[in-house]
């Protein structure tokens, strides 16, 4: 069976940390994804990489950093952790050819006081 | 990628098919159209893309119109377990990203 793993459910951080979310694929895709949602804005892409060490900004980078060293990890850094970074935040991952579907994990619950 | 239009909520009533559809006029020729969707407090789960012919998988249909302007995904029987948001997308050929608008909120009614 697929598996997009995240490494917590949920997740409270003060103001001013700097917060690490990790996801890790166990199905060799070369694509990984990283987005936010929040009531009545829906799923918003922050970054994606198609590649070891690659990254592309997706719609809200602001405030993120990603890191991609291994092909089956991918992480989302919060330099400095602010009250509107609570969010449910979705990592999935894709193969490389293109018109294949994605898969997610089941969503880190960020709460930042 | 297209912008797509959904209706923000439907229902249905458990055993009878449920019928969502998806306003995507601007979709260009090479645009695939995707159905995914978010049971509560889950991550979104891929149902069913097509570019032009109708298709079917063991999960539901997909009714493209012939000018590709609009679509409808057909869950035959809707049970209990299919109430979830519904999400319509439109993906280039050579894309990798996924563009989530809004959705539909299905209530699969007892």
């Known amino acids: 069976d697929v598996k997009v793993t995240q490494s917590s459910r949920y997740l409270v951080k003060r103001t001013g940390e700097k917060v690490f979310l990790e996801c890790v694929q166990d199905?060799?895709?070369?694509?990984m994804f990283w987005y936010r949602q929040d009531p009545g804005l829906g799923l918003r892409l922050i970054y994606f990489?198609?590649?070891?060490?690659?990254?592309e900004k997706g719609d809200i980078p602001e405030g993120y950093s990603v890191s991609r060293e291994k092909k089956e990890r991918f992480s989302l850094i919060l330099e400095s952790a602010s009250t509107n970074q609570t969010s449910m935040y979705l990592c999935?991952?894709?193969?490389?050819?293109?018109?294949?579907?994605?898969?997610f994990g089941q969503g880190t619950r960020l709460t930042v006081v | 990628d297209a912008k797509t239009t959904q209706p923000p909520s439907m229902d249905c009533a458990e055993g009878r098919a449920a019928n969502l559809p998806c306003n995507h006029s601007?979709?260009?020729?090479?645009?695939?159209v995707y159905w995914y969707r978010q049971i509560h407090s889950q991550g979104p789960q891929y149902i069913i893309h097509?570019?032009?012919n109708n298709e079917t998988n063991e999960m539901a249909s997909l009714i493209i119109t012939e000018d590709r302007k609009s679509s409808t995904l057909i869950l035959p029987h809707a049970t209990l377990r299919d109430t979830a948001v519904y999400y319509c997308?439109?993906?280039?050929?050579?894309?990798?990203?996924?563009?989530f608008g809004k959705g539909t909120k299905l209530s699969v009614i007892p």
């Open positions: 097509g570019l032009k």
């Open positions: 997308m439109g993906r280039g050929a050579g894309s990798y990203q996924l563009t």
């Open positions: 990489s198609y590649d070891v060490k690659m990254k």
């Open positions: 199905m060799d895709h070369e694509n």
């Open positions: 601007t979709i260009s020729g090479n645009e695939y």
């Open positions: 999935a991952s894709s193969p490389g050819q293109p018109n294949t579907e994605a898969f």
